[in-house]
């Protein structure tokens, strides 16, 4: 037996539900410091940053599932929707604490949407995120169709790249820990690329 078939083995036994329970504990931690002084002279605004860096985190760890497997057969795929969900929920809740704590003006929301490219790509990327949760079920798979499923899915993809470059651009200069995390976002999907044209080259030789 190979050392990915005995880690394989043992997540099999380890279910995908405490993922939703256990991702909540850093958004809860957030919260409390940012209740208690602990964020800093200006909570809300670390709040927002907090919230979002563990958005692009756990997405980062989704977007490396499908690669883990093909180049190391380690299998985390069941994970990956509880994961997606979650990415979901932290996005949400990074948009309302900026909507509902920081702005708390519609108009003025509306006028960053347009007028700030980092807020106009954060919130296309948060439009592509909702099909992508709502289609996140076994029923709609059943009910679109495993193609049409995967074509929706596809927006996964450039919502973490503007997702990414959001971050990027909202860290004003050149800072390393965003710059980072847009790297490796892109590495993967240069990954999955490269795994497709190898495995289409075999498949024709």
Do not use: C
Not at 125 to 147: C, D, E, M, W
Request: proline share 5%.
């Amino acid at each position: 037996m190979t050392y990915a078939q005995t880690i394989n083995g043992a997540l099999r036994r380890v279910p995908a539900w405490p993922i939703y329970i256990l991702a909540l504990f850093p958004g809860v931690w957030d919260f409390y410091l940012g209740f208690t002084g602990g964020l800093g002279p200006e909570p809300i605004k670390a709040l927002e940053h907090e919230l979002g860096r563990f958005a692009i985190q756990m997405f980062i760890a989704v977007m490396a599932i499908t690669p883990l497997r093909n180049y190391t057969k380690i299998n985390l795929i069941k994970y990956r929707r509880a994961l997606g969900l979650m990415v979901f929920f932290y996005v949400s809740v990074h948009l309302l604490v900026w909507l509902v704590l920081d702005v708390q003006d519609l108009g003025a929301v509306w006028k960053d949407i347009i007028k700030r490219p980092y807020v106009t790509f954060g919130m296309i990327s948060f439009v592509a995120l909702i099909p992508l949760a709502i289609t996140s079920n076994n029923r709609s798979v059943r009910k679109l169709g495993p193609l049409v499923w995967r074509k929706i899915h596809w927006l996964t993809y450039p919502a973490v790249i503007l997702g990414g470059v959001h971050f990027v651009w909202l860290r004003k200069g050149w800072q390393v820990e965003p710059m980072l995390y847009l790297l490796v976002i892109v590495l993967l999907l240069a990954t999955r690329v490269k795994f497709k044209k190898f495995r289409a080259t075999a498949k024709a030789g």
